[in-house]
């Protein structure tokens, strides 16, 4: 692999968690933006009249499109600042009932400052005042049936943005479009690719540090995943036991990188932290993993609770594959269908044919492919 390339791999993904970021607080802008909207056409059907004989601050926001605008984005902005920038490493290792009650706390204060705020102003005509005339100025405000209206919107739109949010890290940003409009109730034909990522000895491992422990051992390891998964564009399947099985859409030829990337920058990020792995559980994982790209029917299964499922022989194909990397002592095993599209973007990577063989519940041997990087790591 080149220097150039090395170099931008293994470097923190710092841009890259800045983009998430970012995207996130679209996300919150333009939900809190629509969803305000929303519930000023549903007040305005409940009451023709609101924009004329309603109370004052309803006659403003009807009259001048900037102060709903205003009001949303600033909501949506402190929800983000608090939810996903200051607090998201606290609030993420929460339950979800704790989580919920938590964001309603927090999402509570924030209206009660910006209502506090236009208040004052409102009705002041100023900002600055003495601690008596704002205890009464509360007092007048925050019980008066527009502002109770307004904060009670207010949250119920904050529990609409919480929920997409939690629909999209459920089923990723790539299919959440895709399960909202029940895309997938009918059975789809789809062309991806899969890499299977498993962890060496586990079954030593779990013996060695009992279920607890192992468990925190395995949290560890996947929480490398994220931001990579947003660097590469990559939709995590699934994670079963030690295992994990992310995808792409097979139609761009860059997603064939992609996923070559994805895995060796993995085993970096891996790499970097074996002296915490080392100290705190007293081994260092190691991960081997294969790819296949083709033909997969995707549809959308259960009734009680659903999920997206893939099906096909591209699956079983990679999770036999990937058993066979120990026995070749290979890190990363591919199918001659993704060498093939694999070799135009292969730049910087040297790809080996490694045998034919027999898979399990296969009629005929298959050729196995390996690939690696042209040079080594830069932390090795």
Known sequence: MKRKEQLTIHQPNLRHRILWLLNKLVFNLFAWNILLRLFMFLSYLVNPEIDISGAKIFRIMYENGLVPISMASVLAFNSW?????LFYKYLA????GILFLLRLIVISLIILLVFLVISVYHYQGKLFTDAGEYFELMKWFFLNKAAIYLFTVGILIS????????????VGYEMFHKIISGYYRTPREENRIFIFIDLISSTKYAELL??????A???????SL???EIKYRAMQYQIVGDEVVLTWPADKPKNYRNAVNFYYEYIAELDKKSRFFKKEFGIIPNFTASINSGTIMVSEVGTIKSEIAFHGDVLNTAARIQKQCKYHNKQLLVTPNFEEKF???????????????????KQNPVDIYSIEPNEPRLNE
């Open 81 to 85: 600042l608090f939810e996903d920038v």
């Open 93 to 96: 290792k929460k339950s979800l």
């Open 159 to 170: 529990s609409f943005v919480n929920f997409f949010k939690s629909i999209r890290l459920k």
């Open 210 to 215: 009992g279920h607890r422990k192992y468990s």
């Open 217 to 223: 051992f395995l949290q560890e390891c996947f929480k």
């Open 226 to 228: 994220g931001i990579l």
């Open 343 to 361: 070799r135009a973007v292969s730049e910087g990577y040297k790809i080996e044919w490694v045998s034919k063989d027999k898979l399990v519940g």
